[in-house]
């Protein structure tokens, strides 16, 4: 769940491959998805094979 009076940075993300939590880094920029790149596109290939457009 999100928490609108924190930064979306400062909050904890886990992976959405493997589930640990992924460090981030404060200042201007995306939040980290995955822990690795590899993580993001196994993570996409599955997703596609599934049938869902990413």
């Known amino acids: 769940m999100i928490d609108t009076t924190k930064s979306?940075?400062?909050q904890p993300v886990t992976c959405q491959h493997c589930g640990e939590e992924v460090p981030q880094v404060e200042g201007p920029?995306?939040?980290?998805l995955w822990c690795t790149p590899d993580a993001g596109?196994?993570?996409?290939?599955r997703m596609r094979a599934l049938g869902f457009p990413v």
Do not use: C, D, F, L
């Open 41 to 45: 596109k196994q993570w996409r290939r």
């Open 29 to 32: 920029g995306r939040r980290k």
């Open 8 to 10: 979306v940075k400062a």
